[in-house]
Each structure stands twice: as C-alpha cells, then as structure tokens.
C-alpha cells in the first residue's frame, strides 16, 4: 500500500462524464445537458419518461443525442415517475456476478437470466460492458461511471473514500491497471451510486418543500397507500427501503409494510397534515403477528391488533440507527399506550436500560422532551417518523 501510496500522488479530481442538470434558480425547470456515456432511453428512465415522449418533447426523429446537447424534459412524464415494474440498464462492470447483480437492485437471479437471454446467452455469461435489463425493487441507481484523473498527492485510499468505494472496488473497476504504476495525470474508470440530481429540502416539516424528490419504488417488502405521496429526500428513500428490506430479511415471515404518506412531490401543503412539506417525514404502519385482512392497506390500531414485536422493533431500531450520534432520525412519534407495549416488550427481551431511555419517551410521562419515540396524539396506528436534515442540505431547518 505504501508504494501505491507514493506512486499516486493528492490534489484536485477531474471529474467528466458526470450529468449536469441545468437547475434554474428555482431549482424546477426541467433542462437536462446531456453527458458522455448517456443514452436517450436511460436519461428517459432517470425522469421517468418513455423514451418515446421523450422524442416528442425533443422533435427527435431517432435516438441519437449528442454530448452537450440540452434535452427539455416533459413535466407530464414527471407524474410517471414510478419504478414499479419498469426495467433499467444496468452495465456490467468487473467484477459482477449475477448473483450480486440481483441481490444490489432486489431483482431475482431467474428473472435477471431470462430478461437477458439474447444478451448472456445460455451459459448465463457476462461480460463487461454488456447491458443487461433488470427490474429494480429498490431504490438503488444504476451506478454511472466517471472518469478520474490522478493527481499530484492522490492515495488510491483517498479516492476510495471520497467516492464511498473501497481499494479492492478501485481495483477491480480497472483490472487492466497496476495501482502501482499509476501516475499523476492518468485515468481511472469509477463506477458511482447515489442519484445525478441531488434531492433538498427546504425550510421547516411544517412549512418547506422539497425539490428533486424521489419517489419510493414499489418495493418487495412494503406497500405504499399513496404513490403519488411516496416522495422524499434521497436520504429518507434510501434509509427507508434499506430498513424495510433489513426487517424482512432478518424476519422473513413479517407482511408488508404500509407506508403512508412522505411528500407532495415538490413538497409544501398536503392535505391532513400539519408537516410532511419538505420530504423528511413519514407515516408507517405497524408489523402485526397476524396480517389483519385490510392490511397493509390500512393503518391498524396497535392497541387492537396484536402486534409482531420482533419485526417492530427491528424497524424501530434500524431507523433510529446504531446511536445517538449516528442516528438519521430527529423523531418517532408512536401514541403512548403503544409506547408501554413496545417497551414492556424490549425490557423482557434484555434491552440494556440505557437502550430504552435512548429510544423510548415511556415512562417519563406523554410530555417529556425524552427519547427518540415521543407521543402524539392520533399515533396508535402508525409511527411518524421525521428524519433529521440531510448532510450538506443548508436550506433545511
Ligand atoms: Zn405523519
């Protein structure tokens, strides 16, 4: 490591290849500038467009576009922007397997193989740079490449970090190189995750909004009332799709879970709420040791229905995260009679008392200013959760 250390030297990234929204300043019009690498179908994708509208909107006669080239993006796609059941590209990089490929975008290895036949072939064979077509049941992006130029002072170590990738990734991104041998003014390929246009929110839950939502995919493991309210920060789509996959996973027998509202899909007034402006809060229902016959559909009364505590808590607490400092969550309003079941619970598990005052409000009384989970009324039937401002998001409060 010390020789790659030395070989490569720190400084300033060049990155190109990278998508570059063009944002008006209020952040809502809706010009894209096409960059290297991009296809007509997969910037369709991105705005959850057909490919086809965006033809129209463009008077393209084919789908050639070239670099530079500024595309007007259809606000009536926009509304189509829902990713159940429709297919992305995602391109093989070193490295994957099927296998990996399934498990990143919560596809299945069968399906993967048969939407891919003409492209695999029967031997189920990959090769880089191939495009393979998968139906995503996460909220995960195809991961995009840029290309790095080494500068003096770069560690291979430090790139890894900044790009949320390891060496090892590095490495195998670009197997026709020796680390070693790298130097300064060279390039590297890194494939990245994470959306081109970042989410914001703006202002207070109570009075805010949202640009660059997301909007919750239908998922495998939950099921959302309202998709045209399923819209949120990056951050809340991943945390949530993340946690609801982590319960199933450890608790394969627990149902779906009812998502209710997030956001509007620019976020501001919704109906029935007092918050839920700025893309941080969201309505969930309970996991139930029974599914009840309306469920997920509606929010049950966890005073009513029995309650599946194992999968309830594994929710409650990969939300609120491993600690105080690394939790993502500002608050959990749950009613207080259920706050009493869910504690009594946890207690008789042999969660560490400093656990439980760290999460629950219970039983300093329905007005203390403790615990992540406070009461409110109007919750027996669904927590709210609001998760703290996004890093590096200024505007919100
Ligand atoms: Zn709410």
Redesign the pocket.
């Known amino acids: 490591m010390t020789a790659v250390r030395n070989a490569i030297a720190v400084a300033v990234a060049a990155v190109i290849g990278l998508g570059s929204p063009v944002l008006a300043a209020d952040a809502y019009a809706r010009s894209y500038t096409v960059s290297r690498g991009e296809t007509l179908g997969g910037i369709a994708h991105r705005f959850g467009c057909s490919t086809d509208a965006l033809r129209r909107a463009n008077k393209l006669s084919g789908d050639m576009i070239r670099i530079g080239q500024r595309l007007d993006i259809p606000e009536r796609c926009e509304s189509g922007a829902e990713a159940s059941g429709s297919a992305v590209v995602h391109t093989v990089l070193p490295g994957d397997t099927l296998a990996g490929i399934a498990a990143r975008y919560g596809d299945s290895v069968d399906g993967l193989k048969s939407r891919n036949r003409k492209v695999i072939g029967n031997k189920n064979m990959l090769r880089i740079g191939q495009k393979l077509r998968v139906v995503p049941t996460k909220a995960v992006q195809p991961p995009r490449k840029i290309r790095y130029k080494i500068e003096s002072g770069d560690t291979l170590g430090a790139i890894a970090e900044r790009y949320d990738l390891t060496v090892s990734d590095i490495k195998r991104m670009n197997p026709k190189k020796d680390p070693r041998r790298l130097r300064v003014g060279d390039s590297i390929d890194l494939w990245i995750e994470g959306p081109v246009v970042r989410s914001a929110a703006i202002g207070r839950p109570q009075h805010g909004e949202l640009v660059n939502g997301q909007q919750l995919p239908s998922g495998r493991s939950w099921y959302r009332r309202r998709p045209e309210r399923s819209w949120g920060t990056n951050e809340t789509i991943a945390l949530l799709s993340d946690a609801f996959d982590a319960v199933q996973r450890k608790h394969p027998s627990a149902h779906d879970i009812a998502v ?2 997030i956001s509007a899909k620019t976020g501001g007034r919704l109906a029935g ?1 007092k ?2 402006q700025s893309g941080r ?1 969201v ?1 969930i229902g309970f996991y139930f040791a029974r599914q009840p016959k309306t469920g997920p559909k509606a929010f049950l009364d966890a005073t009513r229905h029995p309650l599946d505590y194992e999968a309830t808590w594994e929710l409650l607490t990969t939300l609120a995260g491993p600690s105080p400092d690394k939790s993502r969550v500002e608050y959990m309003f749950i009613g207080y009679a259920v706050q009493k079941k869910l504690y009594d619970w946890a207690k008789k598990q042999g969660v560490s008392q400093r656990k439980l005052d760290w999460m629950f409000q219970y039983p300093r009384g329905s007005r203390a200013m403790r615990g992540v989970i406070r009461h409110e009324p109007g919750h027996n039937n ?1 927590i ?1 959760v609001r998760f703290k401002c996004p890093k590096g998001d200024n505007k919100c409060l």
């Open positions: 209710g509202d709420h918050s839920h809060d309505d669904h709210h």
